[in-house]
Structure formats: structure tokens, C-alpha cells
């Protein structure tokens, strides 16, 4: 089992910058990728980013240029930086880890993005 807790969301204006963490907790060494999934309102959770344990990035075409995923392995957590934000960024911002035979989520953190 692999236990996930998001922070860092909140509300900020439009262009403003925000900073979500996920700390993971338990079997972490089965873990491979990790990302972040959003789900807006009558929306479908969609990939954000991720990240595998090499360090390669992988971005959704909408947050490319202005959102930055990354990983500390020493404190297995995943952070992911959030700037130029808009109002369609606005939702609830889960984190996933992926290990071989699982996917594990956070419950999530709200982002509110005013314009």
C-alpha cells in the first residue's frame, strides 16, 4: 500500500503562482511514476504531469511552459509549481503513484483560480 497527502492548494488571482505538494508514505519503493490528475466541475480527472523515478517529465499541452513537476526521492514527495495560472486551471488537484500492479491517489486539493 502506498498513502498519498496533497497540500498546497488554495485560492489565488489569475497570474499568480501556486506550489502542491504530495508526500508518499508506506511501500514507496514500489513506486515508478508519479503525476498530477485534476477534475474540474462536470469535468472528466484529467493528466496534469508527470514524472517517473528517473526523472523524466511528461506535461498536458494546456499547462506546458507555466506548470513544472518535480520529485525529491530523499523525501519521497512530488511537488508540482504552478505559475501564470488561469481561471480553467481551477479544480481539484489529485495525486497519483503508480507501482507495477497499482495506482494510488490522494484525496485531492482544491486550486480556485479568480479572474
Known amino acids: 500500500q502506498v498513502q498519498l497527502v496533497e497540500s498546497g492548494g488554495g485560492l489565488v488571482q489569475a497570474g499568480g503562482s501556486l506550489r502542491l505538494s504530495c508526500a508518499a508514505s508506506?511501500?514507496?519503493?514500489?513506486?515508478?511514476?508519479m503525476g498530477w490528475y485534476r477534475q474540474a466541475p462536470g469535468k472528466q480527472r484529467e493528466l496534469v504531469a508527470s514524472i517517473t523515478s528517473g526523472g523524466s517529465a511528461n506535461y498536458a499541452d494546456s499547462v506546458k511552459g507555466r506548470f513544472t513537476i518535480s520529485r525529491d526521492n530523499a523525501k519521497n514527495t512530488v511537488y508540482l509549481q504552478m505559475n501564470s495560472l488561469k481561471p480553467e486551471d481551477t479544480a481539484v488537484y489529485y495525486c497519483?503513484?503508480?507501482?507495477?500492479?497499482?495506482?494510488?491517489w490522494g484525496r485531492g486539493t482544491q486550486v480556485t483560480v479568480s479572474s
Open positions: 497519483n503513484a503508480q507501482t507495477i500492479v497499482a495506482s494510488y
Open positions: 508506506g511501500n514507496i519503493f514500489r513506486i515508478n511514476a
